[in-house]
């Protein structure tokens, strides 16, 4: 074998161990203070998981029915406006829901995404998973500046309403 064709060979072999060990990709949460954070509170915020392998972004998110989305839609609507009655149209709650929370909690990110499924489907209702995807609300994405970081005060609210853990999944896009 010539010295071109082994050295590519030894550059093959450690591109393909490089490639299956990027696709354990961490769904841990881990928090650690903000450098940027200029108050004298401390700020914590999301440690990035490492690129999915497949490239998409990272999401940290909760698993969710639809419906759970739209009672936590209900309770921020009558927190915001504890006068005012909520209108008889279910459409409105639906429309609203995430513009609603997103507002009580103050955060800056607050949508609705398709994750990839995995391994760590424990404690996740069946409704939330189809055809390989889990839907999601999502409170921040690995693109995102730090500054729009979600809270741990806003991130365990979610967590009580939902009663289930919040995580990191990869994204699948829908074209």
Known sequence: MTSTASQLERSLRKLQISESDSQKTSTAVQWVPSKYYSSGASQCVLVRP???ACGNRQLFGFPLIKSELWDMGTFAFKKIWPDRTLPDDHFFIVMNSLTLLRAYLGLRVCTMAFGKVDEGLD???????????????ILWRDTEPEASCPTLSQVHFVEAKLKRSPRWWVEVPHL
């Open 50 to 52: 490492p690129r999915a």
């Open 123 to 137: 404690n996740i209702p069946s409704e939330c998973v189809s055809l390989g995807e889990v839907l999601l609300l």
